[in-house]
């Protein structure tokens, strides 16, 4: 598996290469977004660890994640940064990260994250989810609905994906919560969403049920 870490901090990037490739990872490393793209150039990675702050300026990590999402990149997003407010951590899912790991953090943490992002994604991988007429393409990030393509926010995809991934189970509340929005207290978020969906799509799209959320049926 082919992992790039964006990290302009040598002290915090070296550690990461040293232990991704002492687990047999292909890991590369860029202290810049110009070194970044280089990278991108040569293949694309299965997981991306991306700092916010870079040299190009204090956001720059938050602009490469969309950039990179709006040109089709599939795999795994994980922020690693020093910015621990909770606005910084929706905005970086609203983006199409995967996930947010606030500095300073322990080495075998950042490794168990890695490994649930690959396995997330290699699990999934090449698949098209059909629902009636919706279809959801996994790898294009692509939902059509009667052979109509209706655009997603990163986020609104990601909670259909994981309904769609598992058709017939119920999702609690708390479980979306903690796997989409990084465990917000409040559901507004989550409401706000199922509603999107069911606007952008139909209101089949996602069923309320007697312990949370599953995918509906037309």
Do not use: C, N
Not at 120 to 145: P, Q, Y
Not at 169 to 195: I, M, P
């Amino acid at each position: 598996m082919r992992i790039l870490v964006v990290e302009d901090e040598l002290g915090i990037l070296e550690p990461i290469l040293t232990l991704l490739r002492r687990e047999r990872y292909e890991a590369l490393g860029a202290r810049s977004l110009e070194e970044a793209w280089s990278l991108l150039a040569e293949g694309e990675p299965d997981v991306l660890i991306l700092d916010i702050m870079l040299p190009e300026g204090e956001d720059a990590g938050f602009r490469f994640a969309e950039a990179l999402r709006q040109g089709g990149f599939r795999g795994g997003i994980l922020f690693l940064t020093a910015r621990d407010a909770l606005e910084d951590r929706i905005h970086g899912l609203e983006l199409g990260g995967d996930d947010y790991l606030v500095k300073p953090f322990h080495l075998e943490e950042l490794l168990a994250r890695i490994k649930a992002l690959a396995r997330r994604h290699a699990d999934f991988k090449g698949r098209i989810l059909r629902r009636g007429s919706l279809e959801v393409d996994l790898v294009a990030r692509r939902v059509t609905l009667g052979g109509r393509e209706v655009a997603l926010s990163p986020k609104a995809f990601a909670l259909l994906e994981l309904l769609a991934q598992h058709p017939d189970r119920t999702f609690s509340r708390e479980e979306l919560l903690e796997r989409l929005f990084l465990g917000a207290e409040t559901d507004a978020v989550l409401r706000v969403y199922v509603q999107k969906l069911r606007q952008s799509l139909a209101p089949w799209v996602v069923e309320r049920v007697p312990g949370g959320y599953r995918l509906g049926k037309p």
